[in-house]
Nanobody, 115 residues
Framework: QVQVVESGGGLVQPGGSLRLSCVASGSIYSIYAMGWYRQAPGKQRELVATVTSGGSINYADSVKDRFTIPRHSAKNTVYLQMNSLKPEDTAVYYC?????????WGQGTQVTVSS
């Protein structure tokens, strides 16, 4: 009984920044980890960044040094701070929450990087 909702997507020029948010609700005590994935048309969904309950953070090589994943102190909200955006970052971004019944996915939020 975990739900996540993403927000914050939009259109941004190359080199710009966006901040996505993901709010978890329900049985948040059961969450093992939260993270961000993205999917472009014709491509597989790929990992962007994850954070575990213990605070371990993992970034995809393609976003390392550009994106960060700040957390609310209660750990029921995570953000994706995206800086130095590139056109290849264009995708639907999804939040997820790992929990005992599987992985809960949000509805996705579109990020478009274009001039």
């Amino acid at each position: 009984q975990v739900q996540v909702v993403e927000s914050g997507g939009g259109l941004v020029q190359p080199g710009g920044s966006l901040r996505l948010s993901c709010v978890a609700s329900g049985s948040i005590y059961s969450i093992y980890a939260m993270g961000w994935y993205r999917q472009a048309p014709g491509k597989q969904r790929e990992l962007v960044a994850t954070v575990t309950s213990g605070g371990s953070i993992n970034y995809a090589d393609s976003v390392k040094d550009r994106f960060t994943i700040p957390r609310h102190s209660a750990k029921n909200t995570v953000y994706l701070q995206m800086n130095s955006l590139k056109p290849e970052d264009t995708a639907v971004y999804y939040c997820n929450a790992d929990n005992p019944v599987g992985r809960s996915w949000g509805q996705g939020t579109q990020v478009t990087v274009s001039s």
